[in-house]
């Protein structure tokens, strides 16, 4: 199984910020199968980002992932109010599918 | 617009069952696998259940084995989980998600809390 550890777990910024997320793996994944995910309360978690650095529909382009390998990144450019929520990251190269346990962003 | 909305979730005490729902809408729901995903409070998503499109060789994490079955209902375009034997290291949001090349749509949850 691959074991997805997110960095930090709480990155407090403020609006129109930069803000980075690691995602590290335990093991190589090699197709690139990584996404990232944003979940607010008591909604539906929204796919951002495929295959690493693809940008799901809909997805402003103020997201974007990068990254290889076992090290992953999600970068939000300027930080919007919507954009204070919970992202965790997720691969699907190999079975289970496995998550991070998440990266809470909170305004300073 | 895809739309998966799930239901059946509550306050159960341990040994309890329950039954969980998931509606689909906006999508070909007979042409994707379909899976539950449960979130523990503070902990990261864990992959629960999958099911294939006409619902044969459904597979389940090891720590619900036995205890837990996922079907589907393509008519109805419904999935559902039947979660018996419950303990409190069940107690999670669980979600719907659609299986495409990866976990693509999720439902808004409903919490199974398992408590006496």
């Known amino acids: 199984e691959i074991v997805l550890t997110q960095s930090p777990g709480t990155l407090s910024l403020s609006p129109g910020e930069r803000a980075t997320l690691s995602c590290r793996a335990s093991?190589?994944?090699?197709?690139?199968?990584l996404a990232w995910h944003q979940q607010k309360r008591g909604q539906a978690p929204r796919l951002l980002i495929y295959?690493?650095?693809s940008r799901a529909t809909g997805i402003p382009d103020r997201f974007s992932g990068s990254g290889s390998g076992t090290e992953f990144t999600l970068t939000i450019s300027r930080l919007e109010p919507e954009d204070f929520a919970l992202y965790f990251c997720h691969q699907y190269e190999t079975s289970p599918w496995t998550f991070g346990q998440g990266t809470k962003v909170e305004i300073k | 617009e895809v739309q998966l909305v799930e239901s059946g979730g509550g306050l159960v005490q341990p040994g309890g069952s329950l039954r969980l729902s998931c509606e689909a809408s906006g999508f070909s729901f007979s042409d994707f696998w379909m899976s539950w995903v449960r979130q523990a409070p503070g902990k990261g998503p864990e992959w629960v259940a999958n099911?294939?499109?006409?619902?044969?060789?459904?597979y389940y994490v090891d720590s619900v084995k036995g205890r837990f079955t996922i079907s589907r209902d393509n008519a109805r375009k419904s999935l559902y989980l039947q979660m018996s034997s419950l303990g409190v290291e069940d107690t999670a949001v669980y979600y719907c998600?659609?299986?495409?090349?990866?976990?693509?749509?999720w439902g808004q949850g409903t919490l199974v809390t398992v408590s006496s």
């Open positions: 295959d690493a650095s």
């Open positions: 093991h190589t994944i090699s197709s690139n199968s």
């Open positions: 099911i294939n499109q006409d619902g044969s060789g459904p």
């Open positions: 998600a659609r299986r495409g090349n990866l976990y693509d749509y």
